[in-house]
């Protein structure tokens, strides 16, 4: 864990059901004896870039021992899933995916991603507001993955995409087109150079590369194939503009 964030990251609420009050509910429900762990995923890219750019439904976590988080959410009542559990959040459920970094292969880039995400992470302060009277309706202080935690995950993340999943695809490579877009290749390529494992850098390079300069046309289609007008919407000069962390990494 890399610190503390002091800065307040704000959601707007229109309707008490809103993801924002759903999804910031569940986290302020998890148990303070949860093994180490970071928020990973849609949400945390929605933090990082101070709002909700596209649609997600659920949260997406790393823990350093993932058996033990499981075992302890259900103790607490959450109901065990595929990827994780289901947490209640006021008269509905949210997805919690856990993914277990206690262990890998260190040759592995995705796997390197995730353990550079969660030894990185930063407690962020969240607060989601109503629209209409400025309340707080929930605010809570949790682990979230940086800006290069972020793009080094998404980038691994769109090669293990399996042809029957294109949204999430599309969504890796969107999220990635956002973040270094907001914060700069050089600063991404910076931070990476400076504080993640040789190997993680050197493969960062290698699928960004592969998806926004060798392949940068496939990588378009993908993003106007998608029924998301934030993600069809996107240009491929913005894609190129990525492919400049190469350059950077190199």
């Given at each position: 864990m890399s610190g503390v964030d002091r800065a307040a990251v704000v959601f707007v609420a229109t309707t008490p059901d809103a993801f924002a009050v759903k999804a910031l509910s569940a986290l302020g429900a998890l148990p303070a004896r949860l093994p180490t762990w970071a928020l990973v995923g849609g949400v945390s890219v929605a933090v990082n870039l101070n709002g909700f750019h596209r649609p997600t439904g659920d949260l997406d976590t790393v823990s350093i021992d993932a058996d033990s988080a499981l075992e302890l959410l259900v103790e607490q009542g959450a109901q065990q899933s595929r990827n994780g559990v289901t947490i209640a959040s006021g008269s509905t459920f949210v997805d919690v995916d856990i993914i277990d970094v206690s262990g890998g292969d260190p040759h592995s880039g995705a796997y390197l991603a995730h353990s550079f995400a969660l030894e990185t992470a930063v407690n962020r302060l969240l607060r989601v507001v109503s629209s209409s009277s400025r309340e707080t309706l929930v605010e809570v202080t949790?682990?979230?993955?940086?800006?290069?935690?972020?793009?080094?995950?998404?980038?691994?993340?769109?090669?293990?995409?399996?042809?029957?999943?294109?949204?999430?695809?599309?969504?890796?490579?969107?999220?990635?087109?956002?973040?270094?877009?907001?914060?700069?290749?050089?600063?991404?390529?910076?931070?990476?150079?400076?504080?993640?494992?040789?190997?993680?850098?050197?493969?960062?390079?290698?699928?960004?590369k592969r998806y926004f300069v060798d392949e940068v046309d496939r990588s378009f289609r993908w993003l106007r194939m998608d029924s998301r007008s934030a993600v069809s919407d996107v240009e491929r000069s913005d894609l190129l503009a990525v492919g400049e962390l190469v350059v950077q990494l190199n």
């Open positions: 949790v682990p979230v993955a940086t800006p290069t935690a972020i793009v080094a995950m998404k980038l691994h993340s769109v090669e293990g995409r399996r042809d029957s999943r294109p949204d999430k695809r599309s969504g890796d490579i969107y999220d990635v087109v956002r973040i270094v877009g907001a914060f700069g290749a050089a600063s991404i390529a910076a931070e990476l150079r400076r504080t993640a494992p040789r190997i993680l850098v050197s493969s960062t390079a290698t699928m960004c």
